[in-house]
T-cell receptor
Framework: TQLLEQSPQFLSIQEGENLTVYCNSS?????LQWYRQEPGEGPVLLVT?????EVKKLKRLTFQFGDARKDSSLHITAAQPGDTGLYLC??????????FGQGTILTVHP | KAGVTQTPRYLIKTRGQQVTLSCSPI?????VSWYQQTPGQGLQFLFE???????NKGNFPGRFSGRQFSNSRSEMNVSTLELGDSALYLC????????????FGQGTRLTVV
């Protein structure tokens, strides 16, 4: 069973602060996705990383895939209240199964 | 290009009843996966369909079942509903099971009373 450990589970910060969310596993994934979900809505895909060591930037969000493709991180610079939401990482194995982390609930206070 | 469409958005059922939820994937996508999301358990995998065949199944009782039609639309059914089945049920579509990206619908909020 592939498990994705996501941390921290909760994050409450002030506007303008930086933060990092981690996603770790003992398993290798062929790709890893990050999603953001708002209450009552479905998760929205933010980014997919495929290559070990890959770094992708989406405005103030920076995503990194570990060299061994077992872990990933999401870094947000100068967080804004609009960043508030549930952040989910999901790893896809070589045979196609998508496994989700438990999620990080981020609250950014104005 | 239309996204993933789930119907209905909200549903209230009583214990013991059964319910059918529907998911229309993005046009051209042939893989559909279903997830149950609750505050305490997070996103739990239910099952995955590809070309009308169930490829993977999560650890849910037999009361949870699904199917996929030739046009890739999928339905999931829950029989003999229990209070604990109250959750947001999410459907995700991708081109195929090996494709990296999965796109989610808005979900169906099921409340069992």
């Amino acid at each position: 069973t592939q498990l994705l450990e996501q941390s921290p589970q909760f994050l409450s910060i002030q506007e303008g602060e930086n933060l990092t969310v981690y996603c770790n596993s003992s398993s290798v994934f062929s790709s890893l996705q990050w999603y953001r979900q708002e209450p009552g809505e479905g998760p929205v895909l933010l980014v997919t990383v495929v290559t070990g060591g890959e770094v992708k930037k989406l405005k103030r969000l920076t995503f990194q895939f570990g060299d061994a493709r077992k872990d990933s991180s999401l870094h947000i610079t100068a967080a804004q209240p609009g960043d508030t939401g549930l952040y989910l990482c999901a790893g896809r194995t070589s045979y196609g199964k998508l496994t989700f982390g438990q999620g990080t609930i981020l609250t950014v206070h104005p | 290009k239309a996204g993933v469409t789930q119907t209905p958005r909200y549903l209230i059922k009583t214990r013991g009843q059964q319910v059918t939820l529907s998911c229309s994937p993005i046009s051209g996508h042939r893989s559909v996966s279903w997830y149950q999301q609750t505050p305490g358990q997070g996103l739990q995998f239910l099952f995955e369909y590809f070309s009308e065949t169930q490829r993977n199944k999560g650890n849910f009782p037999g009361r949870f079942s699904g199917r996929q039609f030739s046009n890739s639309r999928s339905e999931m059914n829950v029989s003999t509903l229990e209070l604990g089945d109250s959750a947001l049920y999410l459907c995700a579509s991708s081109l195929d099971p090996w494709n990296t990206e999965a796109f989610f619908g808005q979900g169906t909020r099921l409340t069992v009373v």
